[in-house]
């Protein structure tokens, strides 16, 4: 009995691991066809080939052909981008043919440079997680191999039993407290928000503005493993080139902010970004609407791993200025 326990304990622990691989279907794409897939990028077999998951669950292998059109979404016509940018998260949008193999050729990529932004910073966390759960995966075989000799020493010994079998309980739990733990490493879920806006052709933070990102550093400064997200926009007034440009001043000037005035490290925010007059949460026609939009957005995101008590929190804390 104790025996077929140790194998079960293991065999939980390897199925922690396995368990999200196994769900998805596999497309095989037909030779000649064209394809147009939307979907997300689930693994990276080599530089080159991608896997992406579509929105039904189902898996298409993506061979990227040396000169294919790489670029995120854009007015302006977009910036192109090496595969190698493409990381496990960011949701793509691909055209290209199926290939002999049953893969698809793609030949033209594009996606949202924000989406992208977000999953770099994620990935650039998730490999040292892998690696850690790696190591947990080796740590959970020689537990395995201690919870037999244990059983073979209560076999032994009279009245034993009951004594080793607590023992090999104790250590289980704890391997999968540690690999929990270590999966929800690159669990990122926002802990609150904080939106300041501007004057019009305005990149300068006033004293309330300032009031609310004191807020934000100081329960930064009480969490682990935190990431700050700046978003920056503008109202319709101008160029959209013009829009671009100050929309990004605004978001540096935030970001500047933090860093110069709360010590916050560079690490800790993911790349900040200016979408111009895109993305209006207000209707552009109206002063009232134009004032909301000229606006910077702020998200304190931590990961749950690092911050098993962590309360998601909804409430933004909107500055007018």
Not at 201 to 217: E, F, G, H, R, T
């Amino acid at each position: 009995m104790y025996k077929k326990l140790s194998v079960l304990a293991l065999s939980l622990l390897i199925g922690v691991v396995s368990a999200f691989g196994q769900t998805a279907q596999t497309r095989s794409a037909v030779i000649g066809q064209k394809y147009k897939i939307k979907g997300v990028v689930v693994a990276k077999e080599n530089t080159d080939t991608l896997i992406v998951r579509d929105s039904v669950g189902v898996d298409t292998r993506i061979v990227v052909a040396p000169n294919a059109s790489i670029k995120n979404k854009s007015f302006w016509g977009g910036d192109s981008y090496p595969v190698a940018a493409l990381v496990r998260g960011v949701t793509i949008e691909l055209e290209g043919m199926g290939d002999s193999a049953g893969s698809v050729a793609a030949t033209k990529i594009r996606f949202d440079k924000g989406n992208l932004q977000t999953a770099q910073a994620i990935d650039s966390r998730v490999t040292p997680a892998e690696d850690r759960l790696t190591a947990a995966e080796q740590n959970a075989e020689r537990i395995s191999g201690q919870i037999d000799e244990l059983v073979a020493i209560s076999n032994a010994a009279k009245g034993g039993a009951k004594a080793a079998q607590d023992t090999a309980d104790a250590a289980v739990a704890g391997v999968n407290a540690t690999n929990q733990r270590i999966t929800d490493l690159d669990d990122f879920v926002v802990q609150s928000t904080a939106t300041v806006n501007f004057r019009v052709n305005s990149a300068v933070l006033l004293p309330d503005a300032k009031a609310s990102l004191d807020q934000v550093a100081a329960a930064a400064k009480t969490l682990k493993g935190y990431v700050i997200e700046v978003t920056g926009y503008a109202s319709a007034e101008g160029s959209p080139k013009a829009n671009k440009a100050l929309s990004e001043r605004r978001a540096k000037a935030v970001k500047d902010y933090l860093i110069e005035n709360h010590d916050v490290d560079l690490r800790r925010f993911s790349d900040s970004y200016g979408f111009g007059a895109l993305k209006a949460v207000a209707d552009n026609t109206t002063r009232e609407g134009r004032e909301q939009n000229r606006r910077v957005e702020i998200k304190l995101l931590v990961s749950r791993g690092l911050n098993q008590t962590v309360e998601v929190k909804s409430a933004s804390n909107d500055i007018n200025e």
